[in-house]
């Protein structure tokens, strides 16, 4: 089994930061992985249960379920339903927390997940630096410009 922990502190407060990821189906607006997404069945973005049908910008198709999501504790978890890559039982959790010496975000992104046989180090670093790290630096980024652009 394949243990992934990613964080880091984002220079935005915890609120801005909380909208983007809460959107269960809005990374198609920020992550440069994903081309396209649409809820399946019509369903509300923060309804537990509901499903992210989506494209890679390749066209590779996934599914996804959202299993949690509580605005108290600004966390969501979700697994994948069904993907090309070889990644089973994969369920993941998003966690923000405030960083209490200034008004930034600590960002922490998990998982765990099995692949096939001497795969897990090929698969761990495909999904901690093509999924992770460059989602929450596309979210960095999309703060940023909006601070910006407040300011």
């Keep these: 089994?394949?243990?992934?922990?990613?964080?880091?502190?984002?220079?935005?407060?915890?609120?801005?930061?909380?909208?983007?990821?809460?959107?269960?189906?809005g990374h198609d607006r920020w992550h440069p992985a994903v081309a396209d997404s649409a809820m399946e069945r019509g369903a509300p973005t923060d309804r537990v249960g509901g499903v992210r049908r989506?494209?890679?910008?390749?066209?590779?198709?996934?599914?996804e379920q959202l299993l949690t999501l509580s605005d108290a504790d600004m966390e969501l978890s979700y697994c994948l339903?069904?993907?090309?890559?070889?990644?089973?039982?994969?369920?993941?959790?998003v966690r923000l927390l405030p960083v209490t010496d200034g008004d930034m975000t600590f960002f922490q992104w998990k998982s765990s997940f099995d692949t096939p046989a001497g795969r897990a180090e090929e698969l761990g670093t495909l999904v901690r630096d093509?999924?992770?790290?460059?989602?929450?630096?596309?979210?960095?980024?999309?703060?940023?410009?909006?601070?910006?652009?407040l300011t």
């Design 130 to 149: 093509n999924i992770y790290t460059a989602g929450i630096e596309a979210i960095r980024a999309r703060v940023a410009r909006r601070d910006g652009a």
């Design 81 to 93: 339903l069904d993907t090309p890559v070889p990644l089973f039982n994969y369920v993941a959790h």
């Design 54 to 63: 989506f494209h890679l910008v390749g066209g590779e198709e996934l599914r």
């Design 1 to 25: 089994m394949v243990n992934l922990f990613v964080s880091t502190v984002i220079d935005a407060p915890i609120e801005a930061v909380w909208e983007i990821v809460r959107d269960f189906n």
